[in-house]
């Protein structure tokens, strides 16, 4: 019912820049929060940057200052702006949105929704 679409990954040299979008689809009724999350080869998915319940945001403490999630919610897009990329930042990043669905019988319900994933690379 509802899509997540990312886009903006590649490959880029270490203190290079990428902008990453995410756009959600579907029969939304509201999305609560919105955040970026982002996987290494071995490694667990962490929490890069995201925006909490009141509206703040909130980074992984080795983004801070380089990283920056903004969003547009007419267009129920998020973003996240990556500038001195390092090549520890490499790994498969994807967007996470809790949204409000509301169905063709008029109930609502909320859920997580993520996105598919991009890969960006970090490398020279």
């Known amino acids: 019912q509802v899509q997540l679409v990312e886009s903006g990954g590649g490959l880029v040299q270490p203190g290079g820049s990428l902008k990453l979008s995410c756009e959600a689809s579907g029969s939304i009724f509201s999305i609560n929060n919105m955040g970026w999350y982002r996987q290494a080869p071995g490694k667990q998915r962490e929490l890069v940057a995201a925006?909490?319940?009141?509206?703040?945001?909130d980074y992984e403490d080795s983004v801070k200052g380089r990283f920056t999630i903004s969003r547009d919610t007419a267009k129920n897009t998020v973003y996240l702006q990556m500038n001195s990329l390092k090549p520890e930042d490499s790994a498969v990043y994807y967007c996470?949105?809790?949204?409000?669905?509301?169905?063709?019988?008029?109930?609502?319900?909320?859920?997580?929704?993520w996105g598919e994933g991009t890969l960006v690379t970090v490398s020279s």
């Open positions: 925006f909490t319940s009141g509206g703040s945001t």
């Open positions: 996470q949105m809790a949204v409000v669905v509301v169905t063709n019988t008029g109930q609502h319900f909320a859920m997580d929704y």
